[in-house]
């Protein structure tokens, strides 16, 4: 969630030469849009074209000389060729696009930011039908009730703004370049949201196109299955053009802090994250937010251990708060950086070096593999996991050929939002967490082609907490850190709500048309 996990290509994750792919994924690209076309028999293009012309949908096709460059991945260990982008101004234009994909039984799926780790906003395979949201941006404040109207082709970067200029604000991630859209459809974790929930949790109604191109409202009593399914699932069942939230007030102040104890030995470090579960059981306020970031040590045997975090609540009780955690650790660390200020201050600190204004650069790509741990609060960690997990990164991380990092977030512990919400209230399904890890390596250089051991490295690092705990532990997956190799993905995303899912996705979308990897089927 936090800056780690968008500044890919930065000094922690090497930028990107240029935007074009190498020749190797050029040659893919290019045999994927011409088995678009040898298939186009069966889904007929021109009555594509025609049909979405004829609601003035503007799209993209293979063979125009943008579609390279609008069907472009964010993670570029994906190259996939949709049968068309297109790129609708209304919700109307929406409900066009989706009837006109389902008349030809196309996969259709939506793209807000267009960030997801398996390229699902591309349909995560060939021949889908791409309706991206980045046309629709309104962002309507209503200080009668202190909600906002957020169209989801906006990105949280220019949420932000826009809600700070009215003086509020919402729980979301730190990369502000992330679609509000997938983002509050799976979950939406910051570092307010122990205080204010996630992002899906400030979600009061939405509008949404379903598989048939029908639009409809959806909230707490109008279609109440829909809206229990769009608030952790939301991208299998439709297309939300636009949500309805409930704001918060910005804070009046905000600390943002990060310390760093390099080249930390296995058992100090382990330490440090039995001590961090420790500290989240005590009476901690849900204005402090933090996660613990890790990265590979100068030599064999030792990690880099950060602590990084903001924190919203009195600013005289800062240093009482965090001082508990702090003294379990090494009393000097490498760095450490405390940075006061507003609230929108703490949300463009925590996005460096992107900016939050959007439209003023473009987006970095990146070639990598992320995988993801949900830690039951109610069974922390063992020490036997803590130190097999410490153990590998610090062997197994520093031979690595990936540039990696894990971020351990902390998700619950005392007086946490996020585990208040009662489980059944939204598909979202793991209210019982501590921890979220995200397991993270990219390619050496953020380049094509990702290394063939970057997959086994992480799968060991994850294996090596689980196969240190107890054969029940109660562990779950991320969909926002989404893993196209997960075993057991079904139940490790949506956990127990996934029968209801199922049924409910039988009703709602009887045709399949919101489908791709690792959604609700």
């Known amino acids: 969630m936090a800056r780690y996990i968008m500044t890919v290509c930065t000094s922690h994750h090497p930028p990107n030469s240029s935007c074009s792919p190498p020749h190797s994924s050029m040659l893919s690209l290019l045999l994927n849009v011409a088995a678009i076309w040898l298939c186009a028999s069966a889904q007929n293009v021109t009555v594509l074209q025609q049909t979405l012309a004829a609601h003035g949908v503007s799209a993209v096709y293979p063979g125009d000389i943008t579609f390279r460059n609008v069907s472009k991945?964010?993670?570029?260990?994906?190259?996939?060729?949709?049968?068309?982008?297109?790129?609708?101004?209304?919700?109307?234009?929406?409900?066009?696009?989706?009837?006109?994909?389902?008349?030809?039984?196309?996969?259709?799926?939506?793209?807000?930011?267009?960030?997801?780790?398996?390229?699902?906003?591309?349909?995560?395979?060939?021949?889908?039908?791409?309706?991206?949201?980045?046309?629709?941006?309104?962002?309507?404040?209503?200080?009668?009730?202190?909600?906002?109207?957020?169209?989801?082709?906006?990105?949280?970067?220019?949420?932000?703004?826009?809600?700070?200029?009215?003086?509020?604000?919402?729980?979301?991630?730190?990369?502000?370049?992330?679609?509000?859209?997938?983002?509050?459809?799976?979950?939406?974790?910051?570092?307010?949201?122990?205080?204010?929930?996630?992002?899906?949790?400030?979600?009061?109604?939405?509008?949404?196109?379903?598989?048939?191109?029908?639009?409809?409202?959806?909230?707490?009593?109008?279609?109440?299955?829909?809206?229990?399914?769009?608030?952790?699932?939301?991208?299998?069942?439709?297309?939300?053009?636009?949500?309805?939230?409930?704001?918060?007030?910005?804070?009046?102040?905000?600390?943002?802090?990060?310390?760093?104890?390099?080249?930390?030995?296995?058992?100090?470090?382990?330490?440090?994250?039995?001590?961090?579960?420790?500290?989240?059981?005590?009476?901690?306020?849900?204005?402090?937010?933090?996660?613990?970031?890790?990265?590979?040590?100068?030599?064999?045997?030792?990690?880099?251990?950060?602590?990084?975090?903001?924190?919203?609540?009195?600013?005289?009780?800062?240093?009482?708060?965090?001082?508990?955690?702090?003294?379990?650790?090494?009393?000097?660390?490498?760095?450490?950086?405390?940075?006061?200020?507003s609230y929108i201050n703490s949300v463009a600190v925590l996005a460096e070096p992107m900016a939050l204004n959007t439209s003023s650069a473009p987006d970095s790509p990146n070639t990598f593999y992320t995988k993801s741990l949900m830690t039951p609060s109610g069974a922390p960690m063992s020490q036997a996991a803590i130190t097999a997990f410490v153990t590998y990164m610090a062997n197994q991380g520093f031979t690595s050929d990936t540039d990696w990092f894990v971020e351990v977030e902390l998700y619950g512990g005392t007086n946490s939002a996020i585990n208040a919400v009662p489980l059944d209230s939204t598909a979202f399904a793991k209210r019982d967490t501590l921890f979220t890890i995200q397991f993270y390596a990219s390619s050496s250089n953020g380049r094509p082609p990702y290394p063939n051991d970057g997959f086994s490295f992480l799968d060991g690092m994850v294996a090596s907490i689980i196969n240190n705990s107890p054969s029940n532990w109660n562990y779950g997956a991320y969909l926002n850190y989404i893993d196209d190799r997960l075993t057991n993905a079904a139940n490790l995303y949506y956990g127990s709500h996934y029968q209801r899912l199922k049924s409910l996705k039988a009703a709602l979308d009887p045709k399949d048309t919101f489908r791709f990897p690792v959604g609700v089927a």
């Not at 909600?147 to 979301?172: F, K, M, S």
């Not at 109008?222 to 439709?238: K, M, Q, Y």
């Not at 939230?245 to 330490?271: K, R």
């Open 73 to 341: 991945a964010f993670n570029e260990r994906f190259t996939f060729a949709p049968i068309a982008v297109a790129f609708p101004t209304s919700v109307a234009q929406v409900s066009a696009a989706v009837a006109a994909g389902a008349a030809q039984n196309l996969e259709v799926v939506a793209r807000s930011g267009g960030h997801s780790y398996i390229a699902n906003g591309l349909g995560g395979r060939n021949g889908a039908l791409v309706v991206d949201m980045s046309k629709l941006k309104a962002i309507t404040f209503r200080p009668s009730n202190n909600t906002a109207i957020i169209e989801t082709g906006n990105r949280l970067g220019d949420v932000a703004l826009a809600l700070n200029a009215n003086g509020r604000a919402l729980p979301h991630g730190t990369c502000s370049y992330v679609g509000i859209g997938g983002h509050s459809g799976y979950g939406g974790f910051g570092f307010t949201s122990r205080a204010w929930g996630l992002t899906l949790d400030t979600v009061r109604s939405a509008t949404v196109v379903l598989g048939n191109g029908t639009v409809v409202s959806a909230s707490s009593n109008v279609n109440p299955d829909l809206f229990f399914a769009i608030r952790g699932a939301s991208p299998s069942f439709g297309i939300v053009t636009s949500i309805e939230v409930q704001t918060f007030p910005a804070p009046p102040s905000a600390i943002v802090f990060e310390y760093t104890w390099n080249n930390l030995d296995i058992q100090t470090a382990s330490n440090g994250i039995a001590s961090f579960q420790t500290f989240a059981a005590s009476n901690i306020p849900p204005e402090f937010g933090a996660e613990l970031v890790f990265t590979a040590g100068h030599k064999k045997g030792l990690v880099n251990f950060g602590l990084t975090g903001a924190y919203y609540g009195d600013a005289k009780l800062f240093n009482s708060t965090l001082a508990p955690y702090l003294k379990t650790l090494p009393k000097t660390p490498s760095n450490a950086t405390i940075t006061p200020g």
